[in-house]
């Protein structure tokens, strides 16, 4: 019975109070993306993940402990981990190599790169094995199309040598299909990036649903995908700072406050 209540929940010494007040509101957002990303059923067991820069020269940056759910996720839990995969701070978990690999990437390419986020979800896994990725079948489409941008499989993400193609593929882009992998957006913040992941997302579901249900497809008229492009990318960084990430963060706390321990 012991080992049993051992393996119901884990113990975590809380650390607020013990980082800065920045690093402390970065690391509850993003163990609030973390409980969202469970919520809307994307997570695939342990094997994605979400990261977020810590401020500093050092480029530091916030992840997932590996071997936790995503619904245990919580902001003490996080580990931050230097450009070299190594933990700052000594912590009884450890990290996803995968993930450092394209995380890290990023993060040290692009100082706008603020939060990246990753997900192997069936939707976004099947667009991204499409020879035409994402198409502009619906307004969701359209809204992040013109800041997508593609990276051919290598297999899993271990060889820090990929690193190089992945940023140069990203570009100055801040959404990509991993083909035959999954999604990933880029933000400014947690926020952003969250955000940006859903509009992905719910884009990669919507095209499955619209290819199963036949083939009499109706296109959008010439221009209009070029219209709702450039909105999306005026829009959609003031949408999600504006209004749908405050909603989201008072929905976490609704869900379960713990993520902010």
Known sequence: MEGLEALSEVRIPSLKGKVSDEEWNIRVDLAAAYRLVAHYGWDDLVFTHLSARVPGPEHHFLMNPYNL?????????????????????????????????????????????????????????????????????????????????????????????????IVADLGTKCAMLLRNHGTLAVGGNVGECFVKLYFIERACEAQIMALSAGDRINNPQQGAAEVAAEQGVRGLTMAANLLAWPALLRKAFRLDPAFAT
Not at 122 to 140: E, F, K, N, R, Y
Request: hydrophobic share 40%; proline share 6%; aromatic share 6%.
């Open 69 to 165: 759910m995503f619904e245990e996720v919580t902001a003490s839990s996080l580990i931050k981990i230097d450009v070299d995969g190594k933990p700052v701070e000594p912590t009884p978990f450890i990290t996803n190599p995968a993930g450092f690999t394209i995380h890290s990437a990023i993060h040290m390419a692009r100082d706008d790169a603020q939060a990246v986020m990753h997900l192997h979800t069936p939707a976004g896994q099947a667009v991204s094995a499409h020879q035409d990725g994402l198409l502009p079948l619906t307004q969701t489409a359209m809204l992040v199309r013109g800041d997508l941008a593609f990276h051919d499989y290598e297999g899993v993400a271990v060889d820090l040598d990929e690193r190089t193609r």
